[in-house]
Nanobody, 121 residues
Framework: HVQLVESGGGSAQVGGSLRLSCAASGRAANINYLGWFRQAPGKQREGVAA???????SYADSVKGRFTISKDDAKNTLYLQMNSLKPEDTAVYYC????????????????WGQGTQVTVS
């Protein structure tokens, strides 16, 4: 079982930046696939970015060129660097993890964090 805890959310101005972190504990060594998702009020959850064990990445079209997903295996931590933020990036951001995959931006991950709020205005 893997526990995921997100941090780094908060408020930012339009055009600003935030960096989200997701710390994994438990059976973190079994994690091969990681992703970031978000859910805005009144909208469905959507995939934002994903990274595989070979560090290949996937991004939603809406964040390409602005967001960067990365990971530090030694720290069991996933990151999402968000630049050039827009009001439409406002959402609760969730990290997700799985041993099997690749899930990429699909909602098939088995472990999920509780989410961190990002507000852009």
């Amino acid at each position: 079982h893997v526990q995921l805890v997100e941090s780094g959310g908060g408020s930012a101005q339009v055009g600003g930046s935030l960096r989200l972190s997701c710390a994994a504990s438990g059976r973190a060594a079994n994690i091969n696939y990681l992703g970031w998702f978000r859910q805005a009020p009144g909208k469905q959850r959507e995939g934002v970015a994903a990274i595989d064990s070979d560090r290949s990445t996937s991004y939603a079209d809406s964040v390409k060129g602005r967001f960067t997903i990365s990971k530090d295996d030694a720290k069991n931590t996933l990151y999402l660097q968000m630049n050039s933020l827009k009001p439409e990036d406002t959402a609760v951001y969730y990290c997700a993890a799985d041993r099997d995959g690749p899930a990429r931006l699909r909602f098939t991950y088995t472990s999920w964090g509780q989410g961190t709020q990002v507000t852009v205005s």
